[in-house]
């Protein structure tokens, strides 16, 4: 591409060097104006105009630009959305740098964008991070040989491997679960609950935390998970059952039961002062972070693995977001006597379904352990990135098309079309509702597992990034000239929505 008219590269890139570290070392040989990026760039994409003027300053080709971005990279790896939430890249605030071989030689790989690299795999030295910049130590050779296996997936998953690809899907999951349960709760803290200014600074939210030793501490509990694919999923279903299990005892009382009787023997007044002290801390949690009732899914954990009826799991978890939707409601002096928080769900407003809900709703006991785990979870929507959840299952009942849908394998169902199936699919795993009250009720909630656990991991972050475009609203006129008005989707979505 280097073509006639063009100077030559005038200054090689580094092997692994990413796009900023590159433009600061061409920066600082003065050999031609600099040369700008967009504030806060994050080598993961290459916005339209860079290559160009990175091309006519310094002679590079676009191929050898855009290796240096990860322009086209797994989204298991780079995230999705505008944001690249959910892979492995970190928060575009958080730069990290090698104190020994950044001041020395300008180097700053693009693998340090990642939270797969908190080492510096070429002098083998604890990164650090760009604000603070202090001298770290060497890593240790356990630390040394696993992220050198981490290096050796990633560098597969780029070449195309899919089994890497999904064997680091499973491994981010697991950091993402395993800071919860981290067995001594020193190491990883959870952040204190209500009014922490910060919030989830360790946590591993959307984004990794974004603190090298931090990261290197999560990946040491890795290990059995990084033989290979199996094992992580072993290890990954271990955690969801242990994660689902203190949650749900506590949440799920049978419905249809007798109410049970309180927990703890409180005085009326001990109890009203529990939940008095509860609503203040949801109060202080809205002011210092903005979260809203609308930010709460309907169903917390869609695939969490079921101990008893399927759809009972989802129930339990609609009632319970039912219950956090009132005291947010409660705390934020708005009304949450009437149906409007039933409304909000799409859940018919029966009275007395499920222990808990009941007893929010009519200013009964709640417990110690109730109160704590309402407030865990009102906490884990703030660290996990607050998702206007209300707008997206608006959007889906409202919006009578599918989005663009990406060219990948879909799994085939023997009855369902993808066309049913992927609008029933996207109101579970991407607007988080109750299947029942979603745009396509009529396929039944074992086929969306179905098409869910047949779904490839790539294919199903590619599902999820159409769907987030599609309820921005930026590809609606494509959609709308593309598909007919026709389909059985839109009639049954304009019925819904009717
Ligand atoms: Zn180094």
């Given at each position: 591409m280097t073509g006639p008219g063009h100077p030559p590269s005038a200054l090689a890139p580094i092997p692994g060097e990413s796009l900023t570290g590159y433009v600061l070392r061409f920066n600082a040989t003065s050999m031609a104006p600099p040369l700008a990026l967009p504030p806060r760039y994050a080598d993961t994409d290459l916005p339209p105009g860079l290559t160009d003027a990175v091309h006519r300053s310094t002679g590079l080709d676009s191929r050898h630009i855009g290796r240096m971005?990860?322009?086209?990279?797994?989204l298991a790896l780079r995230g999705r959305g505008i944001q690249h939430r959910h892979g492995w890249v970190l928060h575009r605030r958080d730069v990290w740098l090698c104190p020994t071989c950044t001041p020395l030689t300008g180097f700053r790989a693009l693998r340090w964008r990642l939270a797969l690299a908190p080492v510096c795999l070429r002098c083998h030295t604890l990164l650090t991070h760009e604000r603070t910049f202090t001298p770290t130590r060497s890593a240790t050779i356990e630390e040394l040989a696993r992220l050198r296996r981490l290096d050796e997936l990633t560098t597969r998953a780029l070449q195309g491997s899919k089994t890497s690809r999904s064997h680091l899907s499973v491994l981010r999951r697991i950091c993402t679960a395993s800071d919860a349960h981290e067995p001594d709760g020193d190491v990883l803290p959870r952040p204190a609950?209500?009014?922490?200014?910060?919030?989830?600074?360790?946590q591993w939210g959307t984004?990794?935390?974004?603190?090298p030793s931090t990261v290197l501490k999560q990946l040491a509990t890795l290990d059995p998970a990084l033989l290979n694919e199996s094992r992580a999923r072993a290890h990954w279903q271990q955690l969801q059952h242990e994660v689902s299990l203190p949650s749900s005892s506590a949440f799920a009382p049978a419905p249809f039961q007798p109410e049970s009787p309180p927990t703890s023997p409180a005085t009326p007044a001990m109890a009203r002062a529990r939940r008095r002290a509860l609503l203040r801390q949801l109060t202080d949690l809205c002011a210092a972070t903005?979260?809203?009732?609308?930010?709460?899914?309907?169903?917390?954990?869609?695939?969490?693995?079921?101990?008893?009826?399927r759809i009972r799991v989802l129930e339990d978890q609609a009632f319970e977001a039912l219950a956090l939707h009132t005291l947010l409601l409660e705390a934020l002096g708005e009304d949450a006597t009437g149906s409007a928080v039933f409304v909000a769900h799409g859940i018919p407003a029966v009275v007395n379904q499920h222990d808990l809900l009941t007893r929010v709703r009519t200013r009964g006991n709640l417990s110690p352990g109730e109160c704590d785990r309402l407030l865990a979870r009102a906490q884990a929507l703030v660290d996990d990135g607050l998702v206007d959840y209300a707008y997206r299952r608006g959007t889906l009942l409202a919006v009578p098309s599918l989005p663009r849908i990406p060219a990948i394998h879909l799994p085939r169902h023997p009855f369902w079309p993808a066309r049913t199936l992927v609008p029933a699919w996207a109101w579970v795993?991407?607007?988080?509702?109750?299947p029942d009250s979603g745009?396509?009720?009529?396929?039944?909630l074992e086929a969306v597992d179905r098409f869910h656990a047949d779904l490839d991991p790539e294919a199903r972050l590619r599902l999820l990034e159409a769907f987030d475009t599609h309820v921005r609203g930026e590809d609606w006129a494509a959609v709308a000239s593309a598909a007919g008005s026709s389909s059985p989707t839109i009639a049954s979505a304009h019925q819904r929505s009717a």
């Open positions: 971005t990860m322009t086209g990279w797994p609950l209500g009014g922490a200014p910060t919030p989830a600074g360790n984004h990794p935390p974004g603190e903005g979260l809203r009732p609308q930010h709460i899914p309907t169903v917390a954990a869609p695939w969490r693995a079921p101990r008893w009826s795993a991407y607007a988080r509702g109750l745009p396509v009720p009529d396929v039944s």
